[in-house]
Every structure is written in C-alpha cells, then in structure tokens.
C-alpha cells in the first residue's frame, strides 16, 4: 500500500459559504475544513473525499474532482462504510 508523502490534519468547523476547505500550508503540509453543518454522514464523507483529491492533486479540475469523489463515496457506501465516533 502507497504511503502519501503530504501531511495534512482535518478540523471541523462553522464555514460560511462551503461544506469544506483544503488549503495549501507550504511544503508537503494542508489543511481540510470539514463545516459542522453537514446534513449527514454520506454528505461529509463526499466532502472529506473530494477536499482530499484536491490535496493529492491540486491542478486537477473541479468537474474531475466532482466525478471521482461521486464515484469513491458510492463504492465506500455500498461497503458500508462509515465514521466511528469515540
């Protein structure tokens, strides 16, 4: 299994306008704003995925983001896949 070489940590938090942020820091260092408003669980996951595709490619476009986040989340939901909150 491939090992990402970028380090990046996840906060959540109120945004105003978007359900999620990723930003550059410098380096091999970024951040993902998850916004606490979510509608539910499959809402964020779309959200965390497709900030974290922008993170491991930031020249590729938003329609191909769209596209690839929509099919990653529908194959990590019919897994069942899912948050575990402590």
Do not use: P
């Not at 916004?35 to 191909?64: C, F, P, Q, V, Y």
Request: hydrophobic share 40%; aromatic share 4%.
């Amino acid at each position: 299994m491939a090992k990402t070489k970028k380090r990046f940590t996840i906060k959540e938090t109120n945004l105003a306008a978007d359900l999620g942020q990723a930003e550059a820091l410098g380096g091999n260092r970024f951040v993902i704003r998850i916004d606490r408003k979510h509608r539910g669980e499959r809402s964020r996951m779309n959200t965390l995925i497709h900030e974290a595709l922008h993170i491991g490619d930031m020249e590729i476009s938003e329609a191909k983001v769209r596209h690839l986040t929509a099919v990653v989340v529908e194959a990590l939901w019919r897994q069942n896949y899912r948050r575990v909150r402590e």
